[in-house]
C-alpha cells in the first residue's frame, strides 16, 4: 500500500499550481504563462508510472485525456485575456470584462474595430446625454431655429419629441454634417483617426502616463454615458 501511494502522489504532483490570491487580470495572466511552462505530463508516461498497479492504468489514461481537453478549454479562454489585457477599457474592479464573447476569436484587428466603434459611439453618446440635460438647466437659445417658419428655439421640446418639430433643413445639415465627420479623414486601420485622434486635442497631456489616464477615463464616461442616454430614450416614452 505504500507503493501504490507513493506512486499516485508522483503521478498527481505536477498537476497541481498554487493559485493567486490577486484579482487583477495583469497578474493572473502572468500567473498562467508561468504555470504553462511547467512540463506537463504525458498519457504514456502516467501509463508507465501506474502499469504495475493492477487495473489503475486505464482509469489514469482516462483522467489524463479528460484533464488534456479542459486545459485547452481554459487554456483559449486565459490566452485571449491575456491578448488584450493591457489595452485602455480593461478596469478595476472587473477587468478584461467581455461576457457575449466577442473576442473569443483573439483577432486583434476585430478588437480594434469594436474599439473604435466603441469610442465613437461612446462620444455621441456623450454628447447626446448632454444635449437632453444642458437644455433643462440653462434653457434654450434665443431668436427662431427657422425664421423662415416662425419656429423659435423654445418651440422644440426637448428629447424625442424633438424629431418631428425639426424642420427637414434642419435635419439635412446636422446628416450632412455627420457624413463631413465620416468621410473628411482616412479612418481605415493603423491610421490615427482609428485610434479616435481627429486632430482636435482639447483633454490631452504631455506626460504619457497621464494621457492614457485620460484616454481611458474617455472610454468609461462614453460607456456611462450610452447606458444613459438609453434610460432617458426608455423614459421619454421609446
Not at 91 to 109: C, I, N, R
Not at 175 to 199: H, K, R, V
Not at 204 to 217: G, I, V
Request: glycine share 12%; aromatic share 8%; charged share 15%.
Amino acid at each position: 500500500m505504500s507503493s501504490l501511494a507513493v506512486a499516485s502522489t508522483g503521478a498527481s504532483g505536477p498537476a497541481f499550481v498554487q493559485g493567486s490570491s490577486s484579482s487583477q487580470v495583469g497578474s493572473s495572466c502572468h500567473l498562467r504563462r508561468a504555470a504553462n511552462q511547467l512540463p506537463a505530463p504525458s498519457a504514456e508516461a502516467g501509463i508507465s508510472q501506474v502499469t504495475p498497479l493492477l487495473g489503475l492504468g486505464a482509469g489514469t489514461a482516462a483522467i489524463l485525456a479528460t484533464s488534456k481537453r479542459r486545459g485547452k478549454n481554459v487554456q483559449k479562454s486565459f490566452v485571449t485575456a491575456c491578448a488584450f489585457e493591457n489595452e485602455l477599457g480593461v478596469q478595476a474592479p472587473v477587468g478584461f470584462w467581455d461576457p457575449a464573447g466577442l473576442s473569443a476569436d483573439g483577432s486583434v484587428e476585430n478588437f480594434k474595430r469594436r474599439r473604435q466603434t466603441e469610442i465613437k459611439h461612446g462620444r455621441i453618446a456623450m454628447l447626446a446625454t448632454m444635449g437632453y440635460i444642458t437644455p433643462e438647466i440653462t434653457g434654450k437659445f434665443p431668436g427662431y431655429l427657422s425664421p423662415s417658419a416662425k419656429l423659435a428655439f423654445s418651440d422644440i421640446p426637448n428629447g424625442l419629441a424633438a424629431i418631428s418639430k425639426v424642420p427637414s433643413g434642419g435635419w439635412a445639415q446636422i446628416l450632412g454634417y455627420m457624413a463631413y465627420c465620416e468621410i473628411s479623414q482616412d479612418q481605415s486601420a493603423g491610421t490615427p483617426a482609428a485610434d479616435g485622434d481627429f486632430g482636435w486635442k482639447v483633454l490631452t497631456a504631455a506626460d504619457p502616463e497621464e494621457k492614457t489616464k485620460k484616454l481611458a477615463a474617455e472610454i468609461a464616461n462614453g460607456r456611462l454615458a450610452m447606458m444613459a442616454i438609453i434610460g432617458m430614450f426608455f423614459q421619454d416614452g421609446l
